[in-house]
């Protein structure tokens, strides 16, 4: 299974800066938030979908959503920008809202979570969204085979 590191970063140059070190971003320079097989091109496009009500094509074609940031013939790790759409609708979700999306973002095929877990990982993402809102930051996923 995938390692998925999700973190936040001032730029796009500071968050592929984490693949010059090994083991990804380090949680004492950025706020990371660790998601095995939560993938940032599949899974965080049908996650977009369902928070802002549209269809994954719709939220795949958004600007910055699963845009490979590093270097495509990397074997270790790649750096995948996640949609500022995205971002700020989990910056802006309230809990009852991430509540309603929970067992749908469950029951999606890659992600197979009871609700009551992917409750959890929403409110975890939320919570990374939010403080990278507030630190005008963007969100991005360290994904390592």
């Keep these: 299974m995938a ?3 999700y973190y936040s970063a001032a730029s796009d140059e500071a968050a ?10 380090d949680p004492a320079v950025f706020d990371v938030l ?3 097989g939560i993938d940032p091109v599949v899974v965080v ?6 928070l802002t009500d549209c269809a994954y094509d719709e939220a795949r074609a958004r600007p910055r959503s699963g845009q490979l940031l590093s270097d495509p013939e990397a074997e270790a790790a790649f750096v995948i920008s996640v949609s500022d759409t995205l971002r ?5 979700a309230t809990d009852g809202q991430l509540g309603l999306v929970a067992g749908p973002f ?3 095929e890659e992600v197979g979570l009871p609700s009551a877990d992917a409750l959890e990982v ?16 963007r969100l991005y996923c360290w994904w390592a085979l």
């Design 3 to 5: 390692i998925c590191d």
């Design 16 to 25: 592929v800066g984490v693949l010059d070190a090994p083991g990804g971003p």
């Design 34 to 36: 660790s998601l095995k």
């Design 45 to 50: 496009a049908r996650l977009e979908g369902l």
């Design 88 to 92: 700020d609708a989990l910056a802006s």
């Design 106 to 108: 469950g029951a999606v």
């Design 122 to 137: 929403l409110r975890l993402l939320s919570g990374l969204a939010r403080r990278a809102v507030a630190d005008n930051r």
